[in-house]
Every structure is written in C-alpha cells, then in structure tokens.
C-alpha cells in the first residue's frame, strides 16, 4: 500500500513570491493534517482536516498560507507571499480518523526563501 | 495548557549498549500517548503508542514504554541499540478528537 505521497521534495524560492505543496494521503483516511517543522524542533499542526472541512485551523497564519482539500482526498498546501522565516520542512499526514488513531506521515516538503 | 517535555537535546550511545529517551507531559486527563522516530529527510514513524490498559508497551524494532500517572511520564526504552537507531525521536500527546502536541524532540546518536 502507497504511503503518504508529498510534492515537491524540496524548493527554493525567493522571498514575496508564491509556493505550493501537493499532498496524496493514504487511501481511505478521512483526516488529514498539515505539519510545520522547524530545524530542530518537533512538527507542529498548522490544519486537519476531516473529509473537506477543516476542523481546526487556529494555528494557520491565514494572512499568508491558506490550504485546501477538494473532494475530501488531495490535499494543497499555499504561501502567498513567502517570508524569510518561512524556510522549514511541511509535513503531511494521514489518520483513518481523528480519534486517537495512527497519524502516517510523508516525507516532507523542505521549503527555503532566500 | 497541554505540553511535553524532552530533557535531553541529544544523547550519544555506544552500540549494545541500552537506551532510554525521557518524555514528560502535562495534560488534564490520561492523554493518548505516543513516540515517532524520524530519520533525516524523512516523515515521522510510529515506534508505539499507549492508549489504555498495560503500562508497557512494546513497539516495532525492539522498543518499549512505560506509562507513569504519578511522574507524568512515557519514557522510551531500547535494551540492545543498533547503529540503524541513529535518528531523532519525537514523544507526542494527545486527547481523542484533539490535536497531537510533539516534544521538541531528542536527537540519538550511536557510536559503532
């Protein structure tokens, strides 16, 4: 069975312009999740998703990053503009649910503004 | 407000030799409880996880962990390391339904 499948694997981008991470869950999982990681820190959750609604986003910068699940199965990623400190690994994830249950995790996006 | 602690930054150990990876948590209630290994350039991978009952709990490659209520505590255990285990290791907490909250994690390194 296919993992958690993320695109690109990495990028590099000047600062003010835009980017876009691309993320293929597990099929059949009904939550997804968007994970920031910086250098040496843990990930921390910057939206999850159930099915196409995002259930808690409250850590989303929206006046940046916005993000999107069309049909409850793909998931996008967006910075609009990107920012210096926005240089970190985005990570992606995949539950059957959000009830406690084994969160898979793709490789990660490793994202660098210059 | 929920949190995990990992004390140690980074621990370098000799191969055979046992390890132990220390986590603490504050949370309200028994929170669901988990560690990941992540290996560089790569997600994260569940090791184990405690939800209920037995306070030992056996993971893949060899691992275990033992729920303390009264320290607050999920250490991760390992009697015989292999240089395969160089990795970063990350103790995570959560409730049903909510969020997962990840330790600042603790970075292994093995010495052949």
């Known amino acids: 069975e296919a993992g958690v499948v993320q695109s690109p694997r990495y990028k590099i981008i000047e600062k003010k312009q835009p980017v876009a991470f691309w993320c293929n869950p597990i099929?059949?999982?009904?939550?997804l999740y968007w994970y920031l990681q910086n250098l040496g820190q843990g990930p921390e959750l910057l939206i999850r998703?159930?099915?196409?609604?995002?259930?808690?986003d409250s850590q989303l910068p929206k006046d940046r990053f916005s993000a999107e699940r069309l049909k409850g199965v793909d998931s996008t990623l967006k910075i609009q503009p990107a920012e210096l400190g926005d240089s970190a690994v985005y990570l992606c994830?995949?539950?059957?649910?959000?009830?406690?249950?084994?969160?898979?995790f793709g490789p990660g996006t490793r994202l660098t503004v210059l | 407000a929920q949190s995990v602690t990992q004390p140690d930054i980074h621990i370098t150990v000799s191969e055979g030799a046992s390890l132990e990876l220390r986590c603490n948590y504050s949370?309200?209630?028994?929170?669901?409880l988990f560690w990941y290994v992540q290996s560089p350039g790569q997600g994260l991978q569940l090791l184990l996880k405690y939800f209920s009952g037995d306070t030992l709990v056996q993971g893949i490659k060899g691992f275990e962990a033992e729920f303390k209520r009264s320290q607050s505590s999920f250490n991760l255990r390992k009697p015989s390391v292999h240089w395969s285990d160089a990795a970063e290791y990350f103790c995570a907490v959560a409730a049903r339904y909510d969020k997962v909250i990840f330790g600042p994690g603790t970075s292994l390194s093995v010495i052949p």
């Open positions: 099929s059949g999982h009904n939550t």
């Open positions: 994830a995949s539950s059957l649910n959000s009830a406690g249950n084994t969160q898979y």
């Open positions: 949370y309200g209630a028994t929170p669901y």
């Open positions: 998703y159930e099915n196409e609604e995002a259930v808690d």
